[in-house]
T-cell receptor
Framework: LAKTTQPISMDSYEGQEVNITCSHN???????ITWYQQFPSQGPRFIIQ???TKVTNEVASLFIPADRKSSTLSLPRVSLSDTAVYYC????????????FGAGTRLAVHP | TAGITQAPTSQILAAGRSMTLRCTQD?????MYWYRQDLGLGLRLIHY???????GKGEVPDGYSVSRANTDDFPLTLASAVPSQTSVYFC???????????FGQGTRLTVV
């Protein structure tokens, strides 16, 4: 996965769908794509993980195109409590467990 | 289930002093990690461990050391603290590299 690139910040309103895209051009064949959420003064929390196509859970959906060079986290109908920083994870080259966080996308949901 | 426990919750440390941040997990996870998060920024990997007895360097390892004597514990030591090490430190663990990582509540360290 190597380094990842995502937008620094996004704004949305309650009830809207939010899509956050992460670029990971150097993804390895066996790498999964993982997203985390972090609230202020808390540790990150796992949201969703996928390998290809689409994955959906009770919190979000993850869309991964065929080339796997990017992924899009989709949050349906956001609420004020979804205001947080969202991270796409990467991996340092040559490291089995060298999981690294991107800079993160700061999502602000407004009333 | 406790999950990941970090201690202390916060600490003010004089520059030049040493300190060990403790991290314990009760999930029997193989992999453990230490990250630092500076104010308003993302997390940076300091050190990691694939399994008990092995450790590796992350993005910002200088000034820090770790050990993994057993599965549950992964202490982080600052041998001689400097003000630039002021940060919030998070410990995490996971079964493997492609699985969900669980984070502790963090240790807020201020070096003065």
């Amino acid at each position: 996965l190597a380094k990842t690139t995502q937008p620094i910040s996004m704004d949305s309103y309650e009830g809207q769908e939010v899509n956050i895209t992460c670029s990971h051009n150097n993804i390895a064949t066996n790498d999964y794509i993982t997203w985390y959420q972090q609230f202020p003064s808390q540790g990150p929390r796992f949201i969703i993980q996928g390998y290809k196509t689409k994955v959906t859970n009770e919190v979000a959906s993850l869309f991964i195109p065929a080339d796997r060079k990017s992924s899009t986290l989709s949050l349906p109908r956001v609420s004020l409590s979804d205001t947080a920083v969202y991270y796409c994870l990467g991996r340092l080259t040559g490291g089995y467990n060298k999981l690294i966080f991107g800079a993160g996308t700061r999502l602000a949901v407004h009333p | 289930t406790a999950g990941i426990t970090q201690a202390p919750t916060s600490q003010i440390l004089a520059a030049g002093r040493s300190m060990t941040l403790r991290c314990t997990q009760d999930m029997r996870h193989n992999a453990m990690y230490w990250y630092r998060q500076d104010l308003g920024l993302g997390l940076r990997l300091i050190h990691y461990s694939n399994t008990a007895g092995t450790t590796g360097k992350g993005e910002v390892p200088d000034g820090y050391s770790v050990s993994r004597a057993n599965t549950d514990d992964f202490p982080l030591t600052l041998a001689s603290a400097v003000p630039s090490q002021t940060s919030v430190y998070f410990c995490a663990s996971s079964v493997g590299s492609n699985t969900e990582a669980f984070f502790g509540q963090g240790t807020r360290l201020t070096v003065v």
